[in-house]
Structure formats: C-alpha cells, structure tokens
C-alpha cells in the first residue's frame, strides 16, 4: 500500500491517503456528504493520478504523539474506550463497518476538551481493512506500555481490558465499554466506603470535643471559675448550635475527600 503523505495548506493540515483502484460505491459518498461525529472531516484529493482522501488533523495530535510526552491514566483509557465505541457506534448509522476504520496508535487522533477528557478524531476508510478486533488487540498491547504505573486504578483497568480483549475471538465492542464502567462502579463503591469511614472517624472526633468543652463549662461551674453567661454558653448553647453545625462539617470534610484532592 502506498505511504501516507502529511500535506500542509496554510494553516491547515492533511493525511492524505491513497486509495485502491476503482473505489467508489456508498461508503464514499458517506464519507465525503456527511460530517460524521468523530471521524476527522475529510475531502477528495489525486495522489500520483489516482483518487485519495485527505483527512484534516489540524489541531489534533495523534496518539502515538501524545505518548511520547504523556502517560495515559485511568480517565483518559476510558475517554479512549468509550470515543472509540461511541464513534464506531455512530458511524453505523451512516452504514460505515467498524472494519473500516484505522484503529493504530499512529491514526487515532486526540484532542484536550476544557474538562481535560480526551476527545477522538478517527481516520475511516470507503473500503474495510484489518479487522477491529484484531485492531484492538495490536492497541491494547501498545497501551500497556504507554500506562502511567504510579497510577494503580490505570494499570488494573489496561490489564482488565487487555485480557478481555484477547479472551474471547468475536467480542462485541459494547463488552470493553461494560468493562470500563464496572471498573468505574466498584471504584466508587470502594471510595464511598472509604469516604464514610473517614466521615465517622471526623465525626467522632467532633462529638468527642464538644464533650469536652461542655465537661470544662460544668466543672468551672462547681468551681465557681465561670461567670453565669459563660456557663450557660458553654454547657447548654455550644452543644447545641454544634447539633446544627457538625453535619454541615462532616458535609464538607466528605466533598473534599472525593473532589477537593
């Protein structure tokens, strides 16, 4: 198969790929006719007197770039497995296989949204190629060397796909996806548990010095070392404002846990 060419135009940015002789038929037009969510925008070219299509990527960064710099974590393997699948997915509406899409680090395309997830541009060709499957299976075993191993959660998850992916010959691309979201559900089951530990211990602790402070008001008081007002504010009105007052304070101690850290 004849290389691809990388062609610039101003500001703007092609892969440009040949195509074989006599391609044509519905999966072209559907290319060329409809602006497909997640398949990069594309156009006809001539490459050396034959037809090709020339796939913008200005802006984008391959994935195969964006690991020579970066390491991927849980989040952005599921931005990863949930683009392709959703692309995949939508591109069968206009009639387009998953066969014929180029699933290699070299031509899946990323892009930072402002909420940090990892959107995808993916090259799809009018003619089916390698099959997804083994696509996948070729890319999955590429991630694993691309994972960031500080990260517990993203190394369970690209072994957890990665087995998936080469235990069963005919998986639906809907199996990879599932995978992730359990990943994700007993995460957060073992965090919440986590979270409420912690919010009993603080709690507790909360609880325990109001006791304190109260046990302090009543002593001085048979003493005879506090004024009438600073007894009653201390064993009557503290203990009851912080009835109010230490729920709100756990609330607060248990948001940081999930999202302040």
Known sequence: MEPDEIQTEGTRSYRVKALPKETGGYRLDMLLEN??????????????GRLALAFEISGWTSLAGYCETNRLRA?????????????LQEAEEYLLEPDCFL?????????KAEDER????????????ENWRAQMKELFRYLLEKIDYREEKGVQMAYELYELMNSQEFIPFAS????????????????????????????????SNVSRLK????????????????????????????????????????????FGQ
């Open 103 to 111: 699933l290699n680090s070299k031509e899946i395309y990323l892009s």
């Open 118 to 129: 990892l959107e995808l541009g993916l090259v799809c060709m009018p003619v089916p190629q």
């Open 215 to 258: 046990e302090a008001g009543e002593t001085g008081a048979k003493q005879g070392l506090l004024p009438p007002k600073a007894r009653e504010f201390l064993t009557i009105k503290l203990p009851a404002v912080l009835g109010y007052v230490l729920p709100a304070i756990a609330g607060v101690l248990l948001w940081y846990h999930w």
């Open 75 to 87: 989040r952005e393997l599921t931005s990863l497995v949930h683009g392709i699948g959703d692309i």
């Open 35 to 48: 602006g497909i969510p997640g398949i990069l925008p594309v156009r006809e070219r001539e490459k050396n």
């Open 176 to 207: 990879l996806m599932r995978c992730v979201d359990r990943f994700w559900e007993e995460t957060r089951e073992e965090e919440n548990s986590e979270a409420s530990l912690i919010l009993k211990e603080q709690e507790a602790l909360l609880r």
